[in-house]
């Protein structure tokens, strides 16, 4: 394992936000699809997810937002063993993060601005106060002239739009995003990134799951989590806070 291990493993490391100590996912009795992962990301972070088709991007994500308990191992989000933490605990930690499904998952009979809403309802913002930051969001990302449309009426890139203005509308403390501009045109990927940029610039640490080269080179300060066949490469070890030493 990369470095981490033995005393030092399971300590919260400061200024971490998510913290991943020899993490392995397997579904059913199959081979691992994650295995070793062993990493932290610093509050206030921007990270790119990449790797190729099957290299377990998604399952990470899942591990990130909740979705998935790992099969081994140890994960620390805000600072609190997430892997042992009771179930019914976990509604008030996904509350702190916004996902960006690959598949969007909007609720199908809310009208796009009911969908973008819904997180500021949850976290009981009143209906006077969240009209204008809806409306904000939802011409933002170019659908203010589809504010009443249902899901099922909008085109896949328009219901990528709505997912992700419903992801940051509450200013998640993370924003997990899986192949977030994979149905839209480079124009509008450009202004999409440009939201989770003013989004991490006011504190949210952001990781973007693509493949789109173009994206990631237009965030200069952003990291890159690199994933292989289950496998984290980190080669320098630069992905542990504070790193570790290099080999004398
Ligand atoms: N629920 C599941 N049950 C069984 N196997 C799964 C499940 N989800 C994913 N896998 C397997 O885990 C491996 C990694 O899948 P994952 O979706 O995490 O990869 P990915 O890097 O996101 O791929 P892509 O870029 O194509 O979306 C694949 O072999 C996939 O078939």
Redesign the pocket.
């Known amino acids: 394992m990369a470095g981490g291990s033995g005393a030092e493993a399971g300590l919260n490391i400061p200024g971490s936000i998510v913290q991943f100590d020899n993490v392995g996912l397997r ?2 009795t ?1 081979a691992e ?1 994650l295995s070793d992962l062993s990493f932290s990301l610093r509050e206030g972070g921007f990270y790119f997810l990449t ?10 994500l899942r591990l990130l937002y909740l979705a998935q308990r790992p099969s081994r191992g140890l994960i620390r989000l805000f600072g609190e063993d997430i892997v042992t933490m009771p179930r019914k605990r976990l509604p008030g930690f996904r509350r702190r993060i916004g996902v960006v499904f ?1 598949d969007f998952r909007l609720v199908p009979h809310l009208s796009a601005y009911d969908n973008v809403a819904l997180p500021l309802r949850v976290a009981g913002v009143e209906e006077h106060d969240l009209e204008t930051p809806v409306k904000e969001m939802l011409a933002w990302v170019g659908l203010g002239h589809r504010a009443s449309a249902r899901p099922a009426t909008l085109s896949g890139g328009e219901q990528q739009r709505v997912a992700i203005a419903r992801a940051v509308i509450a200013r998640p403390e993370l924003l997990v995003a899986d ?1 977030p501009t994979g149905n839209v045109d480079p124009e509008m990927a450009k202004r999409l990134l440009h939201l989770f940029d003013s989004l991490n610039k006011l504190g949210t640490t952001i990781v973007v ?1 693509t ?1 789109d080269l173009h994206l990631i080179s237009s965030i200069g300060r952003a990291e890159m989590l690199r ?1 292989d066949r ?1 496998e984290l490469l980190d080669p320098t070890g630069a992905l542990r806070h504070p790193p570790r030493r290099a080999e004398p």
Do not use: F, I, N, V
């Open positions: 579904y059913g199959g699809t790797g190729p088709s099957g290299a377990g991007k998604t399952s990470l690959q192949e799951a493949h994933l289950g």
